[in-house]
């Protein structure tokens, strides 16, 4: 359902941003026009919007503050999943910063997909506008910078926006920047951004960011959900012969489930998978008549897992597939540090945007904290992510590192 609102998408508010006069305008209008739809905003501290260091006089601590700075900035308003258009006026003044084109990609109402381009874009940055609940305001502590959204995402917006400067000021033209919304629940704001292909035609790469330690993913497992159910009848505890439990056979499959081998692709590590949701039954002095199982599996290519599945069943027992994304190994790009990485993101979704071309899975921060109540970033971590950044779009656009 929500798919097809997507598909409805309306382009708003096309803005081509110039000076600083008219961008602290732009964020006057675009702070009232919120305010007058009861949106929550922050108001963004207009002292430090100021440009990024060019590549020729930089100073690490002028660059790491002005990348902690703004994470801290977008972090302070709480965009978790569905309330994105929060964080929107802060983000519509950084690139007004960079002389950016922005359009708003309209996905459901109040969530837009924000696209910022320079040019007609060859390279595309991109990552997701929403974050995982709960909200955690920022706190700093010198170069350590926690909560909410440090790492996921909004250090990498940050990381990408100072790369993208740099490239600019290096005499790269044609780039893009892509925030989509929903990342985190049902990638509802990358599947809108189809609609947004015809303006990237020319793209050849695709760089998503997500907190990788700064290494290139190797590729991404595939999901797989899977519903185990069992029948039984129900019957007096105190007369057991009379029902049959559906717990039992539901706990023995489970358990043929966990005997069995785990498959190991050398690009994406091994099969894994989680009992996360396990029911049945009614009451303790009840012979329970049915149960469920939910299981997740990070699959790999030509997974058996399904199949094994089913014939592990018991006689009472029922599989269905709830829903299932394909894995995808990604192109390894010489010169850069690969890892594996154990989480699902845009990627896939954001490489067809571009028709299929090449899609880089990399950024600062570690995935080891985000979606955790320690959730951060420090700018030692995003300086190291510009560089890497650099060198890999340097080397896409020109076939060398920068
Ligand atoms: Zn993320």
């Known amino acids: 359902m929500s798919l097809l609102a997507a598909r409805m998408n309306i382009l708003v508010a096309v803005a081509s941003l110039v ?194 330690e700064n290494k290139l993913a190797t590729g991404q497992r595939g999901s797989l959900q899977l519903q185990l159910s069992t029948k039984g009848v129900a019957a007096h505890s105190g007369l057991p012969e009379l029902g049959h439990s559906a717990i039992w056979p539901m706990l023995e499959w489970v358990q043929r489930l966990r005997e069995l081998h785990s498959d190991v692709d050398p690009d994406l590590g091994s099969e894994i998978w989680n009992l996360g949701k396990l029911e049945g039954g009614t009451a303790p002095n009840v012979i329970p008549a049915s149960a469920e199982a939910r299981l997740f599996v990070r699959s790999l290519p030509n997974s058996t897992f399904e199949e094994r599945a089913r014939q592990l069943a018991p006689e009472e027992g029922r599989l269905d597939l709830i829903s299932f994304t394909p894995p995808e190994v990604f192109d390894r790009i010489p010169g850069f540090e690969h890892a594996v990485v154990p989480f699902g993101s845009d990627a896939p979704r954001l490489r067809q945007l571009i028709g299929g071309k090449k899609v880089a899975l990399c950024g600062p921060g570690t995935i080891k904290v985000a979606h955790t109540l320690d959730e951060h970033i420090t700018g030692a971590d995003m300086e190291q992510g510009f560089g890497m950044l650099t060198a890999l779009a340097t080397t896409l656009l020109e076939g060398s590192p920068g």
């Open 19 to 212: 000076s600083d006069v008219k961008s602290q305008r732009l964020m006057c209008d675009v702070h009232r026009s919120l305010v007058s739809e009861g949106a929550d905003i922050s108001t963004p501290d207009t002292n430090t919007m100021t440009a990024p260091q060019p590549s020729n006089a930089p100073s690490s601590s002028s660059r790491r503050a002005w990348l902690l700075d703004r994470t801290e900035a977008l972090c302070r308003a709480d965009t978790t999943t569905g309330r994105e258009d929060h964080g929107l006026p802060l983000l519509r003044s950084l690139l007004t910063e960079l002389d950016a084109k922005v359009e708003l990609q309209q996905v459901t109402p109040k969530r837009h997909n924000v696209l910022a381009t320079w040019g007609e874009p060859k390279l595309l940055f991109s990552t997701h506008l929403d974050t995982v609940p709960p909200f955690l305001p920022p706190r700093r502590a010198g170069d350590l910078l926690s909560g909410r959204g440090t790492c996921d995402a909004k250090g990498q917006i940050v990381t990408q926006l100072a790369t993208i400067q740099e490239l600019l000021s290096r005499g790269h033209t044609d780039l893009g920047w892509l925030g989509v919304v929903g990342e985190e629940t049902d990638s509802i704001g990358a599947a809108a951004a189809d609609d947004l292909a015809p303006q990237l035609a020319k793209c050849i790469a695709v760089i998503n960011g997500e907190p990788t």
